[in-house]
């Protein structure tokens, strides 16, 4: 039986299709092999320096850094020893001087209770709410730093009732997809106790919607304007301005809620004619709740379950 299945195998080598063309074979697969070398040597050779001076600071895979998104040609220009900022002195700083009360843990336990009393509102009232109250808390979430001061975030203030329209038909379709076949059974399980499916009222129920976009990369002043310019941490940066815009809405008295629609980005971006270097992150209605609004009876984590102290 062994002899057999040796004979059979010997039998196949010599007859296959590689051993008989291997004399074309061989060629091609080291033409390609030189190819993909030379194709390498193009596209990192420039960046070698980089990489041989900055060796701490690269990743495994390569000279690409965390935190960065790279983009189209920028991630290979040639280095540009001009900073994207204007270099100026340093200015003094006194620290913090506007607080809510003079004593420092009052004034901590005051945010507290105002952070703690916010909760996410998905029943709001038609009862209107002034533009400008909004457009503040928006400009209080542009004080958010960021990676090298890019402010790499752009807010979509949308009140009119026909464009609320057309975002709550893109996403209600999406998410209806996103529901019945894209997220797990155990995601769709896990939303359950908060009553959330497809259907979003509050996206045309709100008197104010605010798209979050994140900038992935910027332009540099230039006469031509088309000078790219890399924005560092832009998602962590704009998630601290979203967090800060949270807040500003919660002291002013209004309700939010944090949507992330997926796999509506592009449609969204293309509804409220963006540019390509903005993606969305998130999307809040903004407004006062429903005379009826309810929400889950949930408790937050106590401090000892969330800190570590050393």
């Not at 701490?56 to 690409?64: C, L, M, V, Y």
């Not at 975030?153 to 057309?166: E, G, H, R, Y």
């Not at 919607?209 to 310019?229: E, I, N």
């Amino acid at each position: 039986m062994a002899s057999y299945l040796e004979d059979l195998v010997d039998s196949l080598i010599s007859s296959s299709a590689l051993v008989t063309y291997w004399n074309y074979i061989f060629p091609v697969l080291v033409g390609l092999y030189l190819a993909i070398s030379l194709y390498d040597k193009h596209r990192y050779g420039r960046n070698k320096k980089l990489r041989i001076t900055e060796p701490a600071a690269t990743e495994k895979s390569g000279n690409k850094l965390d935190g960065i998104e790279y983009v189209g040609d920028l991630e290979y220009a040639e280095y540009d020893p001009l900073p994207a900022l204007e270099e100026k002195p340093h200015i003094p700083y006194s620290g913090a001087t506007v607080t809510l009360a003079t004593d420092p843990l009052e004034a901590a336990n005051r945010f507290y209770a105002i952070a703690n009393n916010r909760r996410s509102v998905r029943m709001f009232s038609s009862k209107p709410v002034d533009v400008a109250i909004v457009e503040r808390c928006i400009q209080v979430a542009g004080t958010a730093p960021s990676g090298a001061h890019t402010e790499p975030w752009t807010f979509c203030l949308v009140s009119d009732p026909s464009i609320k329209a057309n975002i709550r038909e893109i996403i209600e379709a999406e998410e209806f997809v996103n529901y019945t076949q894209r997220m797990a059974k155990q995601w769709v399980t896990d939303l359950r106790p908060i009553r959330t499916n497809h259907i979003k009222e509050y996206l045309t129920e709100a008197p104010h919607l605010v798209l979050v976009f994140k900038q992935t990369y910027g332009y540099k002043d230039s006469p031509t304007g088309t000078d790219k310019k890399q924005h560092y941490y832009n998602e962590i940066s704009t998630s601290i301005s979203t967090g800060m815009l949270l807040c500003a809405l919660q002291c002013a008295g209004l309700s939010s809620l944090v949507t992330t629609p997926l796999n509506c980005g592009p449609m969204l971006r293309t509804l409220l004619e963006r540019p390509p270097n903005e993606k969305l992150m998130v999307l809040l209605p903004v407004g006062y709740p429903a005379d009826d609004c309810t929400v889950p009876d949930l408790q937050r984590k106590p401090l000892e379950d969330i800190l570590v102290r050393y």
